[in-house]
């Protein structure tokens, strides 16, 4: 092996790689390259914590272990090395190496390289043969959703309006009545000690690129729900590597903002209240906070199991699809046809409080589509809907179920389904879901 910092070699190739496109567009992975570039000369090699500092532009909080965003982009860049020596030709007797476990460029003899797997498809076809060996079984029709541009903006625009909502509601309220507080099931939060957390069924949002690293669209997997999530999958999927890259977007349903102003009491109640996006939450915070959830049954994240376990109620195979096993029926919602149907929509809104696993509480306030949540916040805050729901001790669950019809994003009809206890002593338990 040739030293790594002999400058000609080294950077001959390196402006060889740049120029090929291989590493795509200006963005991460040209900045870790060129970083590393420079830092092939040192004698200490850069850290992972200097990658991330410099690279990542990550803090303080950035934890080797638990955040993989250098191993992970370590891990593409090495690929498109070796597509760069593969596809572009160049096959003289050395070439730049990635060491495995080493943060460093190196210049190594091409033999070196002997005998790994060589790819004699082309990254097209490669994507199309791995993806069906690799991918997890197949999600509903909504499982994978190819975002636009617009969308995506219109969503970050629903999550700058709920954000104004939360800023605002002390103000907001300061006239109102504090009406739903007072009832079942939301007076355990006048009497909470923990600090109020408000969780956001936000979606975690990546590019999808083509063969030069340029994002084609942006995509959202229902079990890919935060940058950890994705880097997990990215590195037990070699051949996505190639294709999925973090973008560090989120979007949320606007009809998360109408919610919040529903519950405007409830956070004028405990102004010191922090809100979070579900791709956030942590299992701690779950443990050490009374929670909210306020968003769409596809947006639950880390509660979708706890929501469900001890009542006769579960989200379907296609989270448009609410399951009363007590009944033998399932309910569906019109949102989700494509096209719509004309007049009225029928939606489904669905609400539960159960016990934390600390002895603290946590609310659930979702909908199929944005008909079901603006009409279960607007019902589960109405007081003379909540004096016809069962009463429940504060160590006791319950769960609630509302049909919905609206049209536009508009609820105009709420009929109450379902309202009954639930077990808690099996919502943190490992048995399987109904």
């Given at each position: 092996?040739?030293?790594?910092?002999?400058?000609?070699?080294?950077?001959?190739d390196a402006d060889r790689i740049r120029r090929s496109g291989v590493l795509g567009r200006p963005g991460q992975l040209t900045r870790l390259f060129d970083f590393l570039v420079e830092r092939s000369a040192d004698a200490d090699p850069p850290s992972e914590t200097d990658i991330a500092s410099e690279v990542f532009n990550r803090g303080r909080e950035f934890i080797?272990?638990?955040?993989?965003?250098?191993r992970v982009n370590i891990h593409r860049l090495r690929k498109r090395l070796d597509d760069f020596y593969l596809r572009h030709g160049f096959s003289g007797p050395e070439r730049l190496a990635l060491p495995r476990g080493e943060y460093r460029l190196v210049v190594e003899a091409a033999s070196a390289t002997e005998g790994e797997p060589t790819r004699a498809q082309s990254p097209a076809a490669?994507?199309?043969?791995?993806?069906s060996q690799r991918q997890p079984p197949a999600q509903t029709p909504v499982g994978k959703i190819a975002v636009s541009r617009r969308s995506l903006f219109l969503g970050a625009a629903g999550l700058g309006v709920a954000h104004i909502a939360g800023w605002g509601a002390a103000t907001y309220v300061q006239s109102r009545p504090k009406g739903f507080l007072w009832a079942s099931p939301w007076s355990v939060y006048e009497r909470a000690a923990a600090p109020l957390l408000?969780?956001?069924?936000?979606?975690?949002?990546?590019?999808?690129?083509?063969?030069k690293g340029q994002v084609v669209r942006l995509t959202r997997e229902f079990f890919i729900n935060s940058r950890d999530e994705l880097y997990q999958y990215m590195m037990e999927n070699d051949d996505l590597h190639y294709r999925y890259m973090d973008l560090d977007l989120r979007y949320l349903p606007t009809s998360v903002a109408t919610a919040l102003q529903d519950?405007?009491?409830?956070?004028?109640?405990?102004?010191?209240?922090?809100?979070?996006?579900?791709?956030?939450?942590?299992?701690?915070?779950?443990?050490?906070?009374d929670v909210v959830y306020v968003g769409y049954l596809s947006g639950l994240g880390p509660v979708r199991h706890p929501a469900f376990r001890g009542g006769r109620l579960t989200v379907g195979g296609s989270f448009d699809q609410i399951i009363d096993h007590k009944a033998g029926r399932t309910y569906e919602s019109e949102a989700a046809l494509v096209p719509p149907p004309q007049g009225l929509?029928?939606?489904?809104?669905?609400?539960?409080?159960?016990?934390?696993p600390t002895g603290n509480t946590i609310s659930?306030?979702?909908?199929?589509?944005?008909?079901?949540?603006?009409?279960?916040?607007?019902?589960?805050?109405?007081?003379?809907?909540?004096?016809?729901?069962?009463?429940?001790?504060?160590?006791?669950?319950?769960?609630?179920?509302?049909e919905v019809?609206?049209?536009?994003?508009?609820?105009?009809?709420?009929?109450?389904?379902?309202?009954?206890?639930?077990?808690?002593?099996?919502?943190?338990t490992a048995t399987p879901l109904n």
């Open positions: 092996m040739t030293d790594a910092a002999a400058p000609s070699a080294l950077s001959i080797p272990g638990q955040d993989a965003v250098v490669l994507h199309t043969s791995q993806d408000i969780v956001l069924g936000d979606y975690y949002i990546f590019g999808d690129t083509d063969e519950l405007a009491p409830l956070m004028a109640r405990h102004p010191s209240a922090q809100i979070i996006g579900a791709s956030q939450v942590s299992p701690q915070m779950l443990r050490d906070h929509v029928r939606d489904y809104g669905y609400f539960t409080r159960f016990p934390g659930i306030i979702a909908g199929a589509r944005d008909i079901g949540l603006s009409g279960v916040a607007e019902a589960m805050t109405t007081p003379s809907v909540l004096k016809s729901l069962p009463r429940i001790r504060d160590d006791q669950a319950i769960e609630v179920l509302f019809e609206g049209q536009n994003g508009a609820n105009l009809k709420t009929k109450l389904l379902v309202a009954q206890q639930r077990d808690p002593t099996t919502i943190w």
